[in-house]
């Protein structure tokens, strides 16, 4: 979208998601960051890509880079049952309320995440989290792995026409984090 | 400002001479004369912000783009701007119930007059909990509760004024503002229910209320139909009062949707509930309308071209939404009714008799002319219209459900209607996926072919809990032992299935939690059946008792709700009202394990109702769409200071205690939303027994869905005697786990002495 020079025409906030198509950068940002957490929402439980879960990509994803998870809603049993710990006393809100305090230990204890991947949304409820997050957490950044594009996040899939497009993406940022294990 | 001369007109207002209870400190407050309370309840729930939009656009300096440290133009930033906005909201939510109150007292004043007495039976002699604790008045007249409005109505002055240009520049003194105005909407709420309580002889004094037929099926098309939409009973009232003085009350078939329903199924048990705010358009769009009659609050704003599009005609009935229409009240009646029979012509009529009138005469000519509009789509036609999809998804992406509404046509037209009425079941009724169609698929008629056609139950609203039912309850609430009081209230602008409402309230009916119900919530609630085809109404008792589902009432009805918690305070523990409020929010917050939840909150009301039992101390947890409100009270149960005063030793105590948790959240799926209603009624003053009958519900509840014990159990167990003993052996070994010990149990934990307040801490104490 063009923007007006004169920033008070604006129609919506200039600050938006960088949008990441490739999986090879998104394992890079996940790599590079020193404690990254994985948000799981409800949504991941119902979503299928091709006849498997969404939620499966998500705890693969979260075993291959060692990233802990934060199992909101009721989606623990469905993590626990992947063979994956889940952390769930905390729900969406609670997690980014945590999250905003920079000086907070971590699920770990080993103090504040500064990546959070979230995943299993509707698209309204984390749009609105990540509005906390970017207004109130410069301290960390955030990513999305949902089929559509979060202009609230740092680093955002875009909106896939096909599953196929994003199932691939998955699959390769799965590889990829393999592969530097 | 306090002065001697203000001191002097509340005194003469309240009547303070009168000796039924000593004034307390706050009688008719101005908002920083409670302002010190908001700061202590907001220094343990701390707003919690999720700004929806990052710019400011109110004024002519910007747009300002308030994006993380920037401030606007005026030197305001996101945070304030979050907490203006909800103010604003808040204002728009008191404003529209203290109208609707305005309104219905002053017709009622001009037909029976100001002296007209309050006398809600003689179950009920705390008649307005909310007007003796916030004004210090004891009402007794309709114009004792014009005087709680007009109160009110400066109130909403001083605070909406503190939104020019962003002044007031604190987020939490905003909040204390928002606060302000919500409490006051309890008091306009109040007035406005017990105003039509009296003056309409709704039912009061009495539980088992009538049981009335609900849904779009249960009404009589083969009849002329009266669709009553809005909140503002004055009119649809009137217009039973004509179908009986003309004997027609059996021909004419009266339906309504939205709280006007629910208002006229308290004035006749002939009156239908077609459903929530939410089968609106659906409704309207079949057809079956003859004549519909709006007037106030949560009414379509295209309800005319709606209306046009089948042929009904529209009735305005309220200065509020005058739509643009001709005023005809000084027409004569049969003139009038030519023009809307012939040429479908829609009116405004202030005038409410004649508006009833009208409206039957319209019906009663206009049924026989339209059949062939009440006709609906059959699923062969509605194969046929999903053919126009092609596929664009431009209906999905402007969906506020989010639903996959492409695919569900896409199967339709191939005859497969299951996915189409999945969508139905979640549809909130806005119509924006036609708005954005360009092929023409009438998904809101097509709905028509996959509606279920029955007739659900609803129990008529009853208007206030009674003090007979108090004084039973009062000790096991107070002590745990009734787990809790659960109120679903609210719009229905659920993320799921629309039933997913009755089946939380079946849940903790069934678990002898105490269940009450207003609005669209009360009934939705009626929108399920058993395998016996029995609602939660017929399968519940009707009492505010362990294991009852009442259904309050209205929207305004909210108020006999926060009204209980204050009667449990006064009538149980006999802590006096009158201008009490921090006494008795602080025994609420405390003492009285309530939650409030709007599943499907909407409106601005919504939010100035839920804000309202916020600044009482009663918890409120909100479906996903609400976190579009921008704002939740949270605490973090691991950091916050959980000290609170011991009322009896009077010395501070850090309890390590969080409860209740939160003041305001939301969360995103029904299964979370059931554990946190469980975790949300723990309170400090639980006795051992009680606290362990409210962990056994939290522990089974979360074990069931979402597995597990709650990882933050430790944290609700103070005691070795507030573990369940069916959990006993699971739950101690995870408490040797965390490293758990023992914290204090409190008899009279308050926060008073906790803040700097004029209230002594011996006025906790009865």
Redesign the interface.
Known sequence: MALPYH????L????AAAEMKDPKPLAKVIKKASRPLLVI??RALTVQIEGKPFIEYLVEIAKAADIPICA???T??KV?ELEATA???Y????I???LK?PE?KGLRGQGCHDLVIFGG?????GN??L??L???A?HLRTMTLCKFYYPNATFSLPNFKKDEEWKALLEGLIQELKEAQ | MEGSKRREEIEKIIRAEEDWEPVGPTPMPHVPDLRNWDRRLLKTYKPFYAPFCDLCCLCTYGKCDLTGTNRGACGIDIASQQGRMVTIACCMGMSAHAGHAAHIIEYLIEKYGEDYPIDLGDQVNVECPNIRLVLGMKPKTLGDLKKAVEYAATELIHVLSSTHTGQEGDPVDYESKALHISMLDHVCMEAADVAQIVGFKFPTSKADTPIVDLGWGAVDKSKPVILVVGHNPACSTEVIDYLRKEGLEDKVEVCGICCTALETTRYSDKAKIVGPLSRQLFFVRTGIADVIVADEQCIRTDLTIEASKVGSVVIASSDKACRGLEEVSERPTDEVVREMVDQRKHFLILDHRKAAEVAVKAALELAPKRKAEKELMTPEQAKEAAKACKACRNCEQVCPNLLPLMEAVQKAAEGDFEGLKWCFERCIGCGKCEEACTHGVPFQRMFQSVASWETWKCRAGRGPVMDTEIRKVGAPIVLGTIPGVIAFVGCSNFPEEIDEVAEMVEEFARRKYIVVLTGCSAMVAGMRKDKDGLTVYEKFPPDFDAGGVVNIGSCVSNAHISGAGMKIANIFANLPLRANYEVIADYVLNRVGACGVAWGAMSQKAASIGTGFNRLGVPVVLGPHSSKYRRQYLSRKEEDDWTVMDGRKKELVDTQEPTPEHLCIVVESKERAMVTIAKLCMRKNDTPQGRQIKLNHYIDLHKRLIGGLPPDLHHFVRTERDIPMFFKREVLAFLKEKGWQRKPVLSLPTFIGTYPTKVPIEAVIR
């Open positions: 920033k008070v025409n604006v919506t906030g200039f600050k929402g409800p909101t809603a009721h623990k049993g626990e952390e769930s006393t729900d969406i809100m609670e980014i309320n945590h305090d907070w949304f509707r698209t309204d409820i609105q989290g509005s906390t970017k207004h109130f410069p």
